[in-house]
């Protein structure tokens, strides 16, 4: 079966520190999302890019987040330099959307973040 | 004000109840709208996209109304199995895809 794999699953690491969080989306879907779940907050929309362009990303911490897609195969979310208050699941999500027709979302199983 | 809203619950019913959420909404322009289904650490899944004329699939009944910007989702005949964080999602503009906090729900037997 065709899945978006996330790498790292967790990773625990100490303030200050550079995180960077992969994501293959399933082939031939043109929309990558990224998310980040903590309890206090539900899923936060991140970032996205359709066929690899970012559309929107005015969700993201500017001075310490970035997100780029370097290829159709792989999306990355980086933090520079992590703070505590970053620990969360971060999902990524790719889907198929054709004209005003949005599609289905399919997940990653997330990357488990905690940062001391 | 967040684009989607949701009653976080949790909501508690026992088996083979009926039980209703309903999802507010901000943005006028929506076009597409969604409830998935998340289970205890897990990833989101979609249940059920929502018509503007509402649609059922089994026990699952999706509503949209428009005019008052509400999705709901009615579980009838509810299973020890619906236990789960119900999330509403909103096509908000140009592919970008809000979800809601979600509303937990469990069933007791």
């Known amino acids: 079966d065709a899945r978006v794999t996330q790498t790292p699953r967790h990773k625990v690491t100490e303030m200050g520190q550079e995180v960077t969080m992969r994501c293959q989306p399933i082939l031939g879907h043109n929309t990558v999302f990224w998310y980040r779940q903590t309890m206090m907050q539900g899923l936060e929309l991140l970032a996205y890019?359709?066929?690899?362009?970012?559309?929107?990303d005015s969700g993201m911490p500017k001075d310490r987040f970035s997100a780029e897609m370097p290829d159709a195969t792989l999306a990355t979310l980086k933090i520079q330099p992590s703070e505590p208050r970053d620990s969360a699941v971060y999902f990524c999500?790719?889907?198929?959307?054709?004209?005003?027709?949005?599609?289905?979302?399919?997940f990653g199983e997330g990357s488990r973040l905690t940062v001391l | 004000r967040k684009e989607v809203e949701q009653d976080p619950g949790p909501f508690n019913v026992p088996e083979g109840a009926t039980v209703a959420f309903n999802c507010t909404y901000s943005?006028?322009?929506?076009?597409?709208f969604f409830w998935y289904r998340q289970d205890c650490r897990k990833e989101p899944k979609l249940l059920m996209s929502?018509?503007?004329s509402g649609n059922e699939d089994g026990r699952f009944t999706a509503q949209l109304n428009r005019a008052s910007q509400y999705i709901s989702l009615l579980i009838r005949d509810s299973k020890l199995s619906d236990s789960a964080t119900y999330l509403c999602?909103?096509?908000?503009?140009?592919?970008?895809?809000?979800f809601g906090s979600g509303t937990r729900l469990s069933i007791r037997p």
């Open positions: 943005n006028s322009a929506s076009q597409s």
């Open positions: 999500a790719s889907g198929l959307r054709q004209g005003a027709n949005t599609g289905e979302l399919f």
């Open positions: 929502v018509y503007s």
């Open positions: 999602v909103v096509d908000s503009s140009a592919s970008k895809i809000i």
């Open positions: 890019f359709r066929n690899r362009a970012p559309l929107d």
